[in-house]
């Protein structure tokens, strides 16, 4: 039995001295985590919606407000969109269901992790647990949007071509560049409220970066913004899956999807590392 | 030879006072381990200190060790890195096994969710799978004595149902390695009870690492102890000489507060009579007001008397503790035409208290009439120095009467009073 009793060493030394150590603790404690992350999330999405009235409907109602805002918009030519393949109002819903859904991957980590103070600083657990529940709760809203997003289409009889089946990768893509800028964010935003306080302000602003409710113009500074903007290839090659068909060029999304993956490596190992530091800071 | 679990090296850690510079040297502490720097600094920054300074101990299988220590003396602290929640600043940590803590049960649970889901998010908190959680639930509601309330939402519960569930799942761990804190402080009787018997019935398998204010719980569960002051590591020894050492530095302490402030003691009463001194005196007493359980007390005091006394007065020396509960009262025989001033000699052979500081009080009444009460008059504090409270673990008790002898003089009328007769 004292065979594989686990020994575990703490001292001053950083964690990165020994990344193959390093490696194996990330490893293991991603697989422990798994079921206190189900855990979480069951807690979370059950807790959030058992004290509402209105229950699941409101995981719909942030991009309903927003495309209805736009349509009011469209309609009455204080912008005028053109050059889209279907309908606007589908084209909104379409685009603030998957914007809704990168803004929620990317606010999640901090959300969770502030939530989860209490628990931090005085139990020991795998915190992967709190990042991954953060996603498992966003994708549970995420998939009720989905559903309403497909009634959309179906109203205005959008024709969906067979490429959709790859839909997830770009999903995929969303909720990892989101999470990925989350986590990178969480070691600081803990500290500093001035974090969570600017990402509300940079998400509402951000939204007329990304070809949301309107599509990329051809020229000007905006199309130059747009351009360097992550989330935007998220979004087009996400469109191009659903509705447009094969997508032309799939470098830019390639290229931030890879950016994301190394990111989020990188911002996992901070994340690790950071939260004893957190930990002592909450608690002091 | 029973394995040992935990080692503790020279373990430091520093904390910030100023919460600015804390966040800013979270920052930096941050940035350089990301770059792979931070290392063995024992250097404090501006505005830092110790919040524990070289902590060195060792703990094996079967083994109980109590943390004591005034509020922030750094017990929090030291098992927050012994569970790895924070990093030390200097020294190593070795831990082998399971790591289970006692500590902020319920941590986790959701007001909204009833009691049964709580369990299964709380279990999983604490490590514990779905499978292993099925198996133990009828013990863990049975243990938390909470069958009626399980379906109903955590807010509802009582301050004491709370920790009362917290602590079933907790208990339900079976770890190596057992970290308590505090857990005392909510919960009834029986409740406290509860959590000893289940700690000092796992003592034996596990090692035990104790934090309480609770001295004589302390005493009951754990041998050794652990003495911390402002970080530094007083004494470590057997605990009930741990806690004596406590209680001897915390009544030189009070003692220095009320030489400094003079709001402790408390008088009052109609003052045709007053106690001007007193005094104690034990056989082996010689650190002053420092008593060892066992040894015979000897309180003398003088009064003065301002008035000839009509009625009949008795004088009275008893013992409180620090709430001022009275613990025991010796009467003097009645007194008529008490005219002028005496003195007072009280004899407790064989003073048995637990090693605790108390406070003595002085009394003069009249028939009906409070003449002089001095509360307390003189603080003093018990050692156990044959470790009785240990051996026998004796219950709380209420006292009728003390053996004792009480000897009043006034002027050349004395009168001695033995109990029992």
Redesign the interface.
Known sequence: M?EN?????????????HPRQLFRNMWMDLK?SR??A???TV??I??QY??TALGYFWAVFPPLVTSLTFILLNSSKIIDVRDIEIPYPAFVFFGTVFWQLFVDALNAPLKVVTN?K????????PKEALILSGIGQILFSFGIKLIMLALVLLFFKIPIKWTVLFVPIPILGLVALGTMLGVLLV??GV??KDIQSSLLIATSALIFFTPVVYPPPEAGMLSTVMKFNPVTPMIMTTRQVAYQGIPHNLVPFCLTFFATLVLIFIGW??YR??M??????M?? | MPETLVTAENLSKKFCRDLKRSLWYGVKDIASEMLGRRNNDSELRPKEFWALKDISFELKRGEALGLIGRNGAGKTTLLKILNGLIKPDTGKVTMKGRVGAFIALGAGFNPILTGRENIYVNGAVLGLSKKEIDGKFDEIVDFADLRDFIDAPVQSYSSGMHVRLGFAIAAHCEPDILLVDEILAVGDDQFRRKCIDHMTKIVPNVGLIYVSHNLRSIEQVCQQGILLDRGNMIAVSKSSDVIAEYMKRSYIESENNASQSRIATHREGSGEIRYLNVSIASENGSNGKVVQSGSTLVVRANFQCFMRMKNTVRFRVGIEDLATRTLVTMASCDFNDASDDGEIECIFPNLSFRPRTYGLYLSITDLCVLIDRWSPALRFSVIDRFNLERMYSVGDGELLYWPNEITVTIGKNSETHRYPP
């Open positions: 004292s009793v686990p020994e575990l060493i703490y001292t001053p030394e950083s964690q990165l001295r422990n079921g206190l189900w855990r979480l807690r979370d059950s807790a058992r004290q989860a209490m628990m931090l600083a005085k139990i020991n657990f070691p600081i500290l500093y190992i901070m590392i950071a004893p530091i957190l930990v002592e800071r608690s002091a």
